[in-house]
């Protein structure tokens, strides 16, 4: 499964679910969390376990409200009754308690039902690594929440967060798992979503959190590697294998055929080379903050 793009769609809007596959996201969040009101709750809970999500198109997610919450419980259960690909947990902090959703969650399902791990606080990302071997299938960064929680404030640089972003990065390739890089909620402003887009993709992320429509094909333009990319890459491993040393004027050696290989690995994933997905244009209604 590619995570270049998860797209957020809040619980109580699941007539959204018919558009998602006019943007072609790789992955679709019902976000039961934060996009939806406590008095609400329980409303989109029985409306996520009724819906049909193979309307969506693309493999569907439900994010339910954290451990502690009256609603957690309840959500775990109607998400593995419904026809979700996963369940997305948020400000994970405990390994065990993952542990003991994800068993409780395929034995209720009867089947293989993916974790998707929120790390959002100080004490998650203390946790990453050991949140991460947990086994879950992948993990995003959630920049909003973590901020609120340690007490720190957005900049235009991003320098607030960057340790954190690496750490999560890190932990997901000790782990063997994709991570999704954090949220751009300055949802009309394209230029700095791909800004943050290519900082996450220069750091090892996979993909991006979506919280409108348009930001898709943006993600889907970062992560997937261009035909100018392949190109090069694929000029790399045909240079590595006749012995030259220098291409396009840059020294090749072992790491650099690593690096290659992996351009021409993504390329080969669902969307392709090149292929962005369709253009942003901002139609439909924003799907919610992911925070």
């Known amino acids: 499964m590619s995570f ?3 797209l957020f ?3 109580h809007r699941l007539e959204l679910l018919a558009k998602v596959p006019r943007w072609k996201p790789d992955v679709v969040v019902v976000d039961l969390e934060d996009a ?3 008095a609400q709750k329980d409303a989109a809970r029985q409306a996520m376990a009724e819906a049909d999500l193979g309307s969506a198109g693309s493999p569907v997610f439900v994010r339910v409200n954290p451990p502690g919450t009256p609603w957690h419980d309840l959500d775990v259960a109607a998400c593995g009754q419904s026809a979700a690909a996963g369940l997305v947990f948020p400000k994970a902090e405990d390994a065990d308690v993952v542990r003991a959703v994800g068993d409780r969650l395929n034995g209720e399902a009867g089947r293989e039902v993916g974790l998707l791990l929120g790390i959002e606080s100080a004490a998650g990302l203390a946790r990453a690594r050991e949140l991460l071997a ?3 299938v ?9 901020l609120a929680d340690i007490g720190g404030r957005h900049s235009a640089t991003g320098l607030e967060v960057l340790y954190a972003r690496s750490e999560v990065v890190v932990a997901g390739r000790l782990a063997g798992l994709p991570v999704i890089d954090q949220a751009v909620v300055a949802v009309e402003d394209d230029a700095a979503f791909t800004a943050d887009a290519e900082q996450g993709r220069d750091l090892g992320y996979a993909g991006k959190i979506c919280v409108h429509p348009r930001q898709v094909a943006l993600a889907h333009a970062t992560f997937t590697p261009s035909a100018a990319e392949v190109a090069a890459a694929r000029r790399v491993l045909e ?16 790491v650099h055929t690593r690096l290659a290989r992996q351009v021409i690995e993504r390329a080969g994933r669902p969307g392709g080379a090149g292929d962005a997905g369709d253009a942003p244009d901002g139609a439909g209604v924003s799907p ?3 925070r």
């Open 4 to 6: 270049r793009s998860l």
């Open 9 to 11: 769609v809040p619980g």
């Open 36 to 38: 939806v009101a406590e």
């Open 134 to 136: 947990a086994g879950a």
């Open 138 to 146: 992948a993990a995003y960064f959630g920049a909003e929440d973590y």
């Open 239 to 254: 240079a590595a294998a006749s012995g030259v040393a220098v291409v396009d004027g840059r020294m090749v050696d072992a």
């Open 288 to 290: 919610g903050e992911a």
